[in-house]
């Protein structure tokens, strides 16, 4: 059964903090190091310092991080809210040439073990990344971003009418980052209201859609407290905020997640190139050069041109393969697979094309998943990066598939879009939510 609750969440004060679209970011795992350094330009404010944790800016990051949250709170900036609450939220933003909005609600979601089939993944994680957030939340107590869930809302859409009916009034908060979406936000403290969202999900599945690393990290910490006293219940630990999206909501959008060839040695890479023709019929693809595209453009372009996949085939892109050149790869004859999950392209490109190419414990180190256009060129064009692996997204139909048997992607294989801003709303620990 899903137990979900307001919580009272701590927020930036606009009457000291100033613009508060100037202090939110996206979560810890998309910030780039150019991206990091640009949100602390932004404002000294900015959650950046918080949700990842001051990274290569201090000798301990996440006592820094906590230190900051301290002085924040003490000065005003930030401020716990009075009475439990869910928080609506609209998100509008672009895609494709099309303005879209996407709705939902953070709330205070139970954890629970895998086991129990309340809430199910459907991607691995990397250890190091969930050690990450659980000596964040050790050391500041708090969560700053919510994950990204998606529930399925019963035939009456009891949820998203009032999710939509709420949306019609005027926002708590609106926030407008420069180049993240616009976010509007209200704050529901009402039990009548907050009871019917209970009701009417308590025995929904919540599929995590964006925070396999940020929801296995508060499981093991919730374990290691657990360890060394008793927790309560109730106690906040035992909740992680996340933000809930209808699989009906026309804003859910799924984009490719690509993968960079870092630091291989040139007997890796020529390994991989070799996989790579062995497995796959290749054709060159070109720009529109009379558009005038930048590199990153070009990759988006490239990225929309892959199509959708059809049937059983397995498609993906290559970039600079041969300097900054594109190509479609088709997958020869897959193997047939057993299950949706051995069907997926990302299943089939880390089974058919990496492993065959390096190990798996090498595949860790120089495969690097990232979703941003930008950093892909930027990392090939300074020659940190070798080549690029572009990827179509995982339809719906598939995810749904894989995730409720209780099967996982490779790390990283879902783009869900767009990701829930850090700082809107906090979560921070204590004897009740």
């Not at 999710?163 to 980052?177: D, L």
């Not at 894989?402 to 990283?412: D, M, N, Q």
Request: charged share 25%; aromatic share 8%.
């Amino acid at each position: 059964m899903a137990d979900i609750q307001p919580f009272r969440a701590v927020r930036y004060n606009p009457e000291i903090a100033g613009d508060v679209s100037l202090h939110v970011c996206p979560p810890f795992d998309v910030i780039t190091p150019q991206l990091q350094q640009e949100l602390y330009d932004r404002s000294p404010y900015n959650i950046v310092r918080l949700e990842l944790a001051r990274r290569g800016m201090s000798d301990d990051p996440y006592e820094k991080a906590a230190e900051t949250e301290q002085a924040w709170t003490d000065s005003g900036v930030l401020k716990h809210e009075e009475a439990p609450s869910i928080y609506v939220t609209e998100e509008e933003f672009e895609f494709q040439g099309q303005v879209l909005k996407r709705r939902g609600f953070v709330a205070a979601v139970r954890l629970e073990d895998y086991d129990q089939k309340v809430v199910l993944p459907h991607e691995g994680t990397r250890t190091e990344w969930v050690a990450d957030r659980v000596r964040l939340m050790g050391s500041a107590q708090s969560n700053y971003s919510p994950l990204l869930v998606i529930y399925r809302d019963d035939l009456r859409s009891s949820v998203g009418n009032l999710v939509r009916a709420i949306a019609g009034g005027a926002p708590t908060a609106v926030f407008t980052p420069p180049d993240m979406p616009m976010l509007r936000l209200w704050r529901v403290s009402d039990p009548g209201t907050i009871g019917v969202l209970q009701a009417a999900l308590k025995d929904a599945e919540i599929f995590i859609a964006d925070g396999h690393h940020r929801y296995e990290a508060a499981l093991r910490y919730r374990g290691s407290v657990r360890a060394e006293r008793e927790v309560d219940p109730d106690e906040s630990i035992n909740f992680r905020m996340m933000l809930m999206v209808s699989f009906d909501e026309p804003g859910l959008i799924t984009r490719g997640y690509h993968r960079l060839v870092e630091s291989a040695t040139d007997e890796e890479f020529a390994a991989i190139l070799e996989s790579v023709e062995a497995s796959s019929d290749l054709e060159e693809w070109l720009p529109d050069t009379s558009k005038g595209l930048a590199t990153d453009a070009q990759i988006e372009e490239f990225s929309v041109a892959l199509g959708e996949r059809q049937g059983d085939e397995v498609v993906f892109g290559l970039f600079s393969k041969e300097p900054g050149k594109f190509h479609i790869a088709r997958m020869k004859s897959p193997p047939p697979a057993n299950n949706s999950l051995d069907n997926s392209e990302y299943s089939r490109l880390h089974t058919y094309v990496f492993r065959p190419a390096i190990t798996e414990e090498r595949e860790e180190a120089i495969i690097s998943p990232h979703h941003d256009a930008g950093l892909i060129a930027r990392q090939i064009e300074s020659g940190t990066a070798r080549m690029a692996f572009i990827m179509r997204p995982v339809p719906l139909d598939e995810f749904v598939s894989i995730v409720t048997r209780g099967w996982r992607l490779p790390a990283k294989a879902t783009n869900f879009y767009p990701k829930p801003p850090a700082g809107a709303v906090i979560q921070r620990f204590g004897d009740r939510l």
